[in-house]
C-alpha cells in the first residue's frame, strides 16, 4: 500500500508556469506507474500524464501534449509534472494516483491509490 501527497498548487498567470510534486510514503515506490489527473469543476477526473515504473514511457493527455511534462525520482519516492504555458483552462484540482499495472494506463479505473489533490489556478 501506498499514501500519495500532492504539493506545489496555486494560482498562476496565463503563459507561466507551475511544478507540482508528490511524494509516496509506504510501500515500493518503483513498483508503481504513475500518473496526474486532474478535475475541473462540474466535470470528471481526467488523464493528464503518466509515466511507466521506470520512468523509460510517458503518455500525455493531447490538452497537456508539449506544455506539461512528468517525471519521476525513484530514489526520492517522487512523481513531478512541470507545467508551462499554463492556461485558464488548465484550471482544476490536480491529483496523483499510483497503478500496479504497466503502461503507463490512462484510465482512471486502473490506479489504485490516489492523493487528496492540489488546486492549481490559472488566471487569464
Known amino acids: 500500500q501506498v499514501q500519495l501527497v500532492e504539493s506545489g498548487g496555486g494560482l498562476v498567470q496565463a503563459g507561466g508556469s507551475l511544478r507540482l510534486s508528490c511524494a509516496a510514503f509506504?510501500?515500493?515506490?518503483?513498483?508503481?506507474?504513475m500518473a496526474w489527473f486532474r478535475r475541473a469543476p462540474g466535470n470528471r477526473r481526467d488523464f493528464v500524464a503518466g509515466?511507466?515504473?521506470?520512468?523509460?514511457?510517458?503518455a500525455y493527455a493531447d490538452s497537456v501534449k508539449g506544455r506539461f511534462t512528468i517525471s519521476r525520482d525513484n530514489a526520492k519516492k517522487s512523481v513531478y509534472l512541470q507545467m508551462d504555458s499554463a492556461k485558464p483552462e488548465d484550471t482544476a484540482v490536480y491529483f496523483c494516483?499510483?497503478?500496479?499495472?504497466?503502461?503507463?494506463?490512462?484510465?482512471?479505473?486502473?490506479?489504485?491509490?490516489w492523493g487528496q489533490g492540489t488546486q492549481v489556478t490559472v488566471s487569464s
Open positions: 494516483a499510483a497503478s500496479w499495472r504497466t503502461g503507463p494506463p490512462r484510465s482512471e479505473s486502473s490506479y489504485d491509490y
Open positions: 509515466i511507466s515504473r521506470s520512468g523509460g514511457s510517458t
Open positions: 509506504g510501500d515500493t515506490f518503483s513498483s508503481y506507474s
